[in-house]
T-cell receptor
Framework: GAGVSQSPRYKVAKRGQDVALRCDPI?????LFWYQQALGQGPEFLTY????????KSGLPSDRFFAERPEGSVSTLKIQRTQQEDSAVYLC?????????????FGQGTRLTVV | AQSVTQPDIHITVSEGASLELRCNYS??????LFWYVQSPGQGLQLLLK??????LVQGIKGFEAEFKRSQSSFNLRKPSVHWSDAAEYFC??????????????FGSGTQLTVLP
């Protein structure tokens, strides 16, 4: 596709509900990243995939957060038993290669509101 | 641990005026440095990046930034602001090692308002 696509754009979940957020990276991009952006803050790193391998998940805030990229393309970020503090915009980014000097392209994000 | 500080939460300038957004970083070595812009409801768009070489880098939309190692700064500048530049601006630092997972550390952002 032309860019990184995320769905849904907006999600309202009741506290305790499970949610799944989808990211379609740019075709052929090897690296995929998830970031969490709380209101009024900069994005914070959650996890990183190189193809289907999850190489870094150090930013995931709790074991309620789980990400996968089974075929090395589409990725899903799952949040179990959502809490109010999970309310944020979840950004996905992809880049062509794993090296640091490769530009990462960001999607528009999914705004999650937990009520 | 690496960190990024953007000391100005909100800046207001008049259209046509010059702009400078401040960014200071803390990092163990020479980092990769980035400036991103985020318009409401939009994802982050890369304005410019610094990896090595010339410390004055040019970006899109007429923006430039200067890396000053002695001051641990990477300030963003534009000589003449346009109304369409109103947005939130994020400075970010990334690891220089190509062997590491490329995770970015972002500042908390500077909201730019442009007055007509």
């Amino acid at each position: 596709g032309a860019g990184v696509s995320q769905s849904p754009r907006y999600k309202v979940a009741k506290r305790g509900q499970d949610v799944a957020l989808r990211c379609d990276p740019i075709s052929g991009h090897v690296s995929l990243f998830w970031y969490q952006q709380a209101l009024g803050q900069g994005p914070e790193f959650l996890t990183y995939f190189q193809n289907e391998a999850q190489l870094d998940k150090s930013g995931l805030p709790s074991d309620r957060f789980f990400a996968e990229r089974p075929e090395g393309s589409v990725s899903t970020l799952k949040i179990q038993r959502t809490q109010q503090e999970d309310s944020a915009v979840y950004l996905c980014a992809s880049s062509e290669r794993r090296t640091a000097n490769t530009e990462a392209f960001f999607g528009q994000g999914t705004r999650l509101t937990v009520v | 641990a690496q960190s990024v500080t953007q000391p100005d939460i909100h800046i207001t300038v008049s259209e046509g005026a010059s702009l400078e957004l401040r960014c200071n970083y803390s990092y163990g070595a020479t980092p990769y440095l980035f400036w991103y812009v985020q318009s409401p409801g939009q994802g982050l768009q890369l304005l410019l990046k610094y990896f090595s070489g010339d410390t004055l880098v040019q970006g899109i939309k007429g923006f430039e930034a200067e890396f000053k190692r002695s001051q641990s700064s990477f300030n963003l500048r534009k000589p003449s602001v346009h109304w369409s530049d109103a947005a939130e601006y994020f400075c970010a630092v990334g690891p220089i090692s190509s062997g590491s997972a490329r995770q970015l550390t972002f500042g908390s952002g500077t909201q730019l308002t442009v007055l007509p």
